[in-house]
């Protein structure tokens, strides 16, 4: 797989100072900095929209949204999506549905995944599937959900990502349309959370407590 198309973020980038943009005050003692602007975010995700419906021509897919912290990115790119299917020439037909994904390790202390909630995944047979995710880190978690959406036969799978993170723990995954390549910061808003906390940060991605 080719790599993505994407705005990178060095690991030297400065960002934006927290009183320079709309942040909650409640959140301003927990958060470094702003990383990327929310209009930063929009245009990029119009661009990501576009590529899509170039890259489908006409085809019909279905949206998997991976649920919690991809359902502010997937409403985003979905909105994008219907407009220009209705200002262009080209268009593409599009259903949804989510999905959210428990991790755990088992006896061996191997990461495994349980997809909870969402159809059943033997719907998606013959189909075009866009996943859809806030984050890559490692790829690990994808690369599983990818094998496991195999197993149902769809016609084809692409994989839309707000974010990746450059970490030395990367697998080497790479989704097929990526928003930002960022560096190995904790980040949230946008509906990134920590903990369930900063998910009403929808207007900028932040990171929070520096490098781990």
Do not use: W
Not at 80 to 106: A, C, E, H, T
Not at 139 to 145: S, V
Request: aromatic residues 8%; charged residues 25%; contains cysteine.
């Amino acid at each position: 797989m080719s790599k993505p198309i994407c705005i990178k973020i060095e690991d030297d980038d400065p960002g934006y100072p927290l009183d320079v943009l709309s942040v909650p005050r409640h959140y301003e003692e927990d958060l470094e900095r702003i990383l990327i602007p929310g209009g930063l975010i929009n245009d990029r995700t119009e661009r990501m929209a576009r590529d899509i419906i170039s890259d489908f021509q006409h085809e019909a897919i279905v949206g998997l949204c991976v649920l919690k912290g991809g359902y502010k990115f997937f409403t985003d790119l979905l909105d994008k999506i219907k407009i220009i299917n209705r200002s262009s020439g080209q268009s593409v037909p599009m259903s949804v549905d989510f999905i959210r994904l428990k991790s755990y390790l088992n006896d061996q202390s191997t990461g495994a995944i349980e997809v909870i909630g969402g159809d059943n995944l033997e719907d998606l047979e013959g189909k075009n599937v866009l996943v859809v995710e806030d984050i890559i880190d490692t790829g690990n978690t994808m690369k599983q959900l990818l094998t496991l959406l195999q197993t149902v036969r769809p016609k084809s799978i692409k994989v839309a990502s707000l974010l990746v993170k450059r970490t030395s723990k990367s697998s080497g995954y790479k989704p097929d349309y990526a928003g930002f390549e960022i560096p190995d910061l904790f980040v949230v808003g946008y509906a990134l959370d920590y903990n369930e906390y900063f998910r009403d940060l929808n207007v900028n991605i932040l990171c929070v407590f520096g490098q781990y």
